[in-house]
């Protein structure tokens, strides 16, 4: 399992804008084959700079479906959240590979 992952932080003002308008990015994204769900984690820790922090992951099986999505639709997440919410938000990405799942 591969996970992409996208660490937002956001003007709380934006905050239900932004998560309403990233639920549908996930419907659309979904929707085009290349993950198997998708997921919006609300980071606990209080940022410095202010804001609200979320962890958004997007699951797949394989790699190359992860490097198709970032050819394919990370530059249309990208010019979409510049479009709305410019100024408001800063991301950073990460790649991760599931290397052990624990389940009970």
Do not use: D
């Amino acid at each position: 399992m591969f996970i992409y992952n996208i660490t937002f932080n956001i003007e709380e003002s934006i905050q239900q804008e932004w998560l309403t308008w990233m639920h549908h990015f996930f419907v659309e994204t979904i929707s085009f084959g290349n993950f198997i769900s998708a997921n919006i984690h609300q980071v606990l820790i209080k940022e410095e700079m202010g804001g609200v922090t979320y962890a958004v992951q997007f699951n797949t099986p394989t790699q190359e479906t992860l490097k198709q999505f970032q050819y394919q639709e990370l530059t249309l997440l990208e010019t979409q959240m510049q479009q709305l919410f410019n100024g408001k938000y800063v991301f950073f990405h990460t790649e991760l590979k599931m290397v052990t799942q624990f389940q009970p």
